[in-house]
C-alpha cells in the first residue's frame, strides 16, 4: 500500500453533477489536507483536519464539501461545480502533532474537469 | 506574510550537467524551507527540508539545498542531473514547525536531455 492513495485518478463530470473524491492514508498520521492545483498557480490549501476536526478552511465556495470520518479518510463532496474548478486536487497528510505538522505526505491527486 | 518565489518556471540541461532550481522566499520570522519534486502523475514528494540547523542540507536523490539568509534564497543544486531527474520541483516555507500552511512556489519544471 501507497502511503496517500486517492481516488478516482480522473474525474469528468459536469456542473449539475453530484460526485467525491476519496483519500486515505495508510501512515498512521493524524491530520489531512485537501489542496488545490491549478495550472501557473502556487498550491492552494482548502482544508484543514487534525484528529478527524476540521482546523482549517480557506474561503473555499461552499460548492467543495469536506468530510473526515476517522484520521485515515477524507473526502471531498463537490457539487453545481464551475469550469474554473476544472484542477488536479491532491490531498496530504501528515502526523499532525507538535513539531510535525509541516511534514507532509501527498497522494497522487484526482485529475477534475468540469464540463 | 510569507511567499516563495520560484526564478524561471522551464529549466532545461543536459544529462551529466548541474543542475540549479532558485527559490527565494519572505519572511518576516526565520523559515522553515522545503523542496518537493512531483513527477509526471504523482503526488508530491518531499525532497529534503531546512529547519534551523545546519544551512546545508542534503536530500534524497542526489540533490541538496543552502540556505543563505542574506540573500533570502534556498537554491537546489545536484552536481550531475540524471534522465530521471525530469520533474516539477516546488518550494515552500513554513512560519513554524508547529503550523500546517505551507506556502508553495508556482514551481520550477526541469528538463533533461541526452
Known amino acids: 500500500e501507497t502511503g496517500v492513495t486517492q481516488t478516482p485518478r480522473h474525474l469528468v463530470m459536469g456542473m449539475t453533477n453530484k460526485k467525491s473524491l476519496k483519500c486515505e492514508q495508510h501512515l498512521g498520521h493524524n491530520a489531512m489536507y485537501w489542496y488545490k492545483q491549478s495550472a501557473k498557480k502556487p498550491l492552494e490549501l482548502m482544508f484543514v483536519?487534525?484528529?478527524?476536526?476540521?482546523?482549517e478552511n480557506n474561503s473555499v465556495p461552499s460548492r467543495f464539501s469536506p468530510e473526515c470520518p476517522n484520521s485515515s479518510h477524507l473526502f471531498l463532496h463537490l457539487h453545481t461545480l464551475q469550469p474554473e474548478d476544472s484542477a488536479l486536487y491532491l490531498c496530504?497528510?501528515?502526523?499532525?502533532?507538535?513539531?510535525?505538522?509541516?511534514?507532509?505526505?501527498f497522494g497522487a491527486g484526482t485529475r477534475l474537469s468540469v464540463l | 506574510a510569507q511567499s516563495v518565489t520560484q526564478l524561471g518556471s522551464h529549466v532545461s540541461v543536459s544529462e551529466g550537467a548541474l543542475v540549479l532550481l532558485r527559490c527565494n522566499y519572505s519572511s518576516s520570522v526565520p523559515p522553515y524551507l522545503f523542496w518537493y519534486v512531483q513527477y509526471p502523475n504523482q503526488g508530491l514528494q518531499l525532497l529534503l527540508k531546512y529547519t534551523s540547523a545546519a544551512t546545508l542540507v542534503k536530500g534524497i536523490n542526489g540533490f541538496e539545498a543552502e540556505f543563505k539568509k542574506s540573500e533570502t534564497s534556498f537554491h537546489l543544486t545536484k552536481p550531475s542531473a540524471h534522465m530521471s531527474d525530469a520533474a516539477e520541483y516546488f518550494c515552500?516555507?513554513?512560519?513554524?514547525?508547529?503550523?500546517?500552511?505551507?506556502?508553495f512556489g508556482t514551481g520550477t519544471r526541469l528538463q533533461v536531455f541526452p
Open positions: 496530504a497528510s501528515s502526523r499532525g502533532e507538535f513539531g510535525e505538522k509541516n511534514i507532509q505526505y
Open positions: 483536519y487534525n484528529f478527524k476536526e476540521q482546523t
Open positions: 515552500a516555507v513554513s512560519h513554524s514547525y508547529n503550523t500546517d500552511k505551507l506556502i
